[in-house]
């Protein structure tokens, strides 16, 4: 059957030039991506004093990325088939300069709630942007352009979460601390500004009376690939939100003091930052996964190992192997690049994938939390992170073999049309 004809629309045109200039904008963008969350994380005290945020509230401030994260990074899907993603990624930028603003000069918790809302609804879609932009502009560069953003993501956050209370103190407010990185939110919306009206004049000077066939829509979750990579993400991202939120409190608890937990925890961000860089170019190279799977899952069993039965001792060395096991955030990016054939299954995957896998991460520091409480040690929230990491590497070599997304759900359309069962239903099979 024909697909049916529609006018040329704003859905991927293709990119006009100015790769050098997408380029620092995606690098721009990435610094941005966690500053407006660990900013806050640094100053909660200071922020539920200042508004009188109740411990609920407080709670719901902290959970909040991940559920605009989940919700809001599915809508990018939508928004990128009606308006060029140059247009979509300067408002959104502009988004997140405006919500950090606002939330910095009111003085009501409910308001501060709405526009750290706005702020992370921006996030939320250029986290699913990123790897799009890479397909369609650096095709032959994925690995090395997805490393460099990866890295610069990893700066930006280690940057804000180090100068966020110091700000603060230097000039007598939290508001200073968490509201300077709009600057930077604002900085990195004025790449994009040329980009778009660029692919606004492509589009005028083309025919109007130009048609052309409508893409197929990539649905990832008709298909095994489309859930593993979601599951793969959700849990590698609910490990790092478990040890970004009480790896400080289990060396507090070993022994150490604040400053030196604080210390260690920054460490792990740090030591990622060349594991950010090299970890995306190896992937690129390498003809399976595999290695790089089960490379990482042994860092991260030893590290959660080693701090259950000597947290003390040997801290600098599970910081260490923990930073290598969290190498599994820039593989996960690269490989939404690599597992699909075109811009449109890229966004469409990436959408799912980080969607879906937020929803999985934000349970990691609650469960963590309930089981801390509950037992009083910490033998038991490891035993669950170890599990997770179970199920991350069972994912992950689901999708260590190349294959891709397209490719997927044109074979799960034809089962469906044969009568067969769609094989997302058993997404862990191995093929």
Same mark, same amino acid.
């Given at each position: ?20 200039? *997408? ?34 509230? $407080? ?7 991940? +559920? ?56 939320? *879609? ?25 890295? $610069? ?5 280690? *940057?804000? $979460? ?80 478990? +040890? ?13 003091? $604040? ?11 740090? =030591? ?19 290695? =790089? ?20 001792? =040997? ?16 593989? /996960?990016?690269?490989? /939404? ?25 934000? =349970? ?17 929230? +490891? ?7 179970? *199920? ?12 891709? /997304? ?26």
């Amino acid at each position: 059957m024909t697909a049916p004809a529609t006018r040329t629309g704003p859905a991927h045109p293709r990119p006009a030039g100015g790769g050098g200039l *997408v380029l620092v904008g995606m690098l721009l963008v990435a610094l941005n991506l966690r500053a407006a969350v660990t900013s806050l994380g640094a100053l909660l005290d200071e922020i539920r004093t200042g508004l009188g945020l109740s411990g609920v509230m $407080a709670g719901f401030v902290t959970t909040l990325p991940t +559920i605009a994260f989940a919700g809001l990074g599915a809508l990018t899907p939508w928004l990128v088939r009606r308006w060029p993603p140059a247009r979509v990624l300067a408002l959104a930028m502009l988004a997140l300069a405006t919500g950090q603003v606002l939330r910095v000069v009111t003085d009501s918790a409910a308001v501060f709630v709405l526009t750290s809302a706005l702020a992370l609804a921006g996030i939320a *879609v250029a986290n699913i942007l990123l790897p799009m932009l890479v397909k369609q502009h650096f095709p032959h560069r994925t690995g090395l352009v997805t490393g460099a953003y990866t890295m $610069a993501l990893t700066i930006g956050t280690t *940057v804000a $979460a180090a100068a966020a209370v110091p700000v603060a103190h230097a000039f007598g407010s939290w508001r200073a601390g968490l509201g300077v990185w709009a600057g930077l939110a604002a900085v990195a919306v004025l790449p994009w500004v040329p980009l778009a009206l660029r692919t606004r004049s492509a589009r005028r000077a083309a025919s109007p009376t130009a048609v052309t066939a409508a893409p197929a829509r990539v649905r990832p979750a008709q298909t095994r690939l489309g859930w593993a990579m979601a599951v793969y993400f959700g849990a590698q991202s609910l490990s790092g939100y478990a +040890i970004m939120g009480w790896l400080a409190q289990l060396f507090r608890d070993a022994g150490y003091p $604040a400053e030196t937990a604080g210390l260690l925890l920054a460490g792990v961000t740090a =030591l990622g930052v060349p594991v950010a860089l090299a970890m995306p170019a190896l992937a690129g190279r390498l003809r399976t996964l595999r290695p =790089l799977v089960f490379s990482l899952t042994a860092f991260s069993a030893a590290a959660y190992l080693g701090l259950a039965v000597a947290p003390r001792g =040997l801290a600098p060395l599970w910081v260490l192997l923990l930073a290598l096991g969290q190498g599994a955030f820039p593989l /996960i990016l690269t490989t /939404i690049g690599l597992r699909a054939r075109t811009a449109d299954g890229t966004v469409a995957l990436s959408a799912f994938a980080q969607s879906t896998g937020y929803v999985i991460a934000a =349970l990691g520091p609650l469960l963590v939390g309930i089981l801390y409480e509950a037992t009083g040690g910490w033998t038991a929230p +490891i035993g669950f992170l170890l599990a997770a990491l179970a *199920v991350q590497t069972t994912a992950g070599v689901a999708i260590a073999r190349p294959r891709y /997304i397209e490719d997927e759900q044109r074979r799960a359309e034809r089962q469906e049309e044969a009568g067969v069962a769609s094989p997302a239903t058993a997404w862990s099979t191995v093929g």
